[in-house]
């Protein structure tokens, strides 16, 4: 019984993703997600209670993980930008219930705590990597970091898709380049060159 639960809780979390990336919130139907899931709409209620509570069960299981999943390391923030625009090619919903999570929730002040955390570790790693001189400290960490992560949502199929693995891989190539000219000693005029 309780594998039965289980599954049809990832059914519903797998279904109620789809419905929240293309609709967002608002535009979200509890009785599509449940027909999608093949399950009764009661078992959203009883697993998750309400719709936005299915939202942030969905929001965390893929944005907070996408988060942890992507350590950063400040001595090759190019490659940490790189694994950021992988994770976003494998997993495109995270990206957009992210903007959904920004436009329907009160923007990036809302988050939740695992991800301000997170982004404040990021951000204190970057911080020491400056104080050591192994960064540029031109940026406030702050700054750098969003910066970064900017670059590499740039690159995601759901903002600018691509004609196939080569013009992806290109891309990819960019990113991780832009990246090492924005840290790059010099402030970038040597990199790439």
Known sequence: M???AE?????????????????GIAGARVDR???AAGANKALIYTYFGNKDQLFDAVFDALVVSAVADVPIDP?????YAGRLFDRNQTHPQALRLLLWHSLERGGMAALPPDVV???ADKAEAIAAAQRAGRLPDRYPPEELLLLVIGLSL????????TDGPE???RRRDVVTDAVARLVAADGGTEAGR
């Open 167 to 169: 013009a992806l891989a």
């Open 33 to 35: 997600i449940a027909a």
């Open 7 to 23: 599954e049809t809780r990832r059914r519903l979390l797998a279904a109620a993703a789809d419905e929240f990336a293309q609709r």
């Open 154 to 161: 740039l690159g995601s199929a759901e903002l600018a898709p």
């Open 117 to 119: 955390a997170s982004n």
């Open 75 to 79: 001595a090759d923030l190019p490659g």
């Open 2 to 4: 309780a594998r039965d």
